[in-house]
T-cell receptor, first 112, second 113 residues
Framework: RKEVEQDPGPFNVPEGATVAFNCTYS??????FFWYRQDCRKEPKLLMS???SGNEDGRFTAQLNRASQYISLLIRDSKLSDSATYLCVVNPNNNAGNMLTFGGGTRLMVKP | GAGVSQSPSNKVTEKGKDVELRCDPI?????LYWYRQSLGQGLEFLIYFQGNSAPDKSGLPSDRFSAERTGGSVSTLTIQRTQQEDSAVYLCASSLAWRDTQYFGPGTRLTVL
């Protein structure tokens, strides 16, 4: 079983749609959680951190469910520019250091 | 300010040759990380540095891979006797301190023929 699992998609949605991605992680001791965005042939960029209380940044809402070990990302009012791969990222914050464990990514394609 | 930079951006080499990849972290960032992204695969952690030391090298795929960091800044990832399966994008990231947000460089695309 992969440490971080995501539906690879692609999710094809029209502009203006609301779309949600989920991700599950296997290490129950994980401490930090993130969503990164990666455009084609570009480096990953931090989209937002994910907190237990849930957090919102404009059209993006992230939630964490520690009991079920899943993380979600909701995008409202999708824009063409939201088309990218969204990476669910977990930081176990164990003694081995701050390396990030990435899911395989969920590809989103927003169409006119 | 300047972000993480990596060089070369692209490298094509022949099987069996050695290659050296370079990463310049954001100025003042003490932690530096190397990841690898193979075609169609997720990012795979390789090694990280806190200052000049690398506490955990267990992510390196084989003993052909090594990395060093000098002066708490620039890092080089060296792959000896490259194999075709080494073909991937090698990404470097840095963070202000070891628990802080990681910022990625543009990567080096390595192709081993």
């Amino acid at each position: 079983r992969k440490e971080v699992e995501q539906d690879p998609g692609p999710f094809n949605v029209p502009e203006g749609a609301t779309v949600a991605f989920n991700c599950t992680y296997s290490n129950s001791a994980s401490q930090s959680f993130f969503w990164y965005r990666q455009d084609c042939r570009k480096e990953p960029k931090l989209l937002m951190s994910v907190y237990s209380s849930g957090n919102e940044d404009g059209r993006f809402t992230a939630q964490l469910n520690r009991a079920s070990q899943y993380i979600s990302l909701l995008i409202r009012d999708s824009k063409l520019s939201d088309s990218a791969t969204y990476l669910c990222v977990v930081n176990p914050n164990n003694n081995a250091g701050n390396m990030l464990t990435f899911g395989g990514g969920t590809r989103l394609m927003v169409k006119p | 300010g300047a972000g993480v930079s990596q060089s070369p951006s692209n490298k094509v080499t022949e099987k069996g040759k050695d290659v050296e990849l370079r990463c310049d972290p954001i100025s003042g960032h003490t932690a530096l990380y190397w990841y690898r992204q193979s075609l169609g695969q997720g990012l795979e952690f390789l090694i990280y540095f806190q200052g000049n030391s690398a506490p955990d090298k267990s992510g390196l795929p084989s003993d052909r891979f090594s990395a060093e960091r000098t002066g708490g800044s620039v890092s080089t990832l060296t792959i000896q006797r490259t194999q075709q399966e080494d073909s991937a994008v090698y990404l470097c990231a840095s963070s202000l301190a070891w628990r802080d947000t990681q910022y990625f460089g543009p990567g080096t695309r390595l192709t081993v023929l």
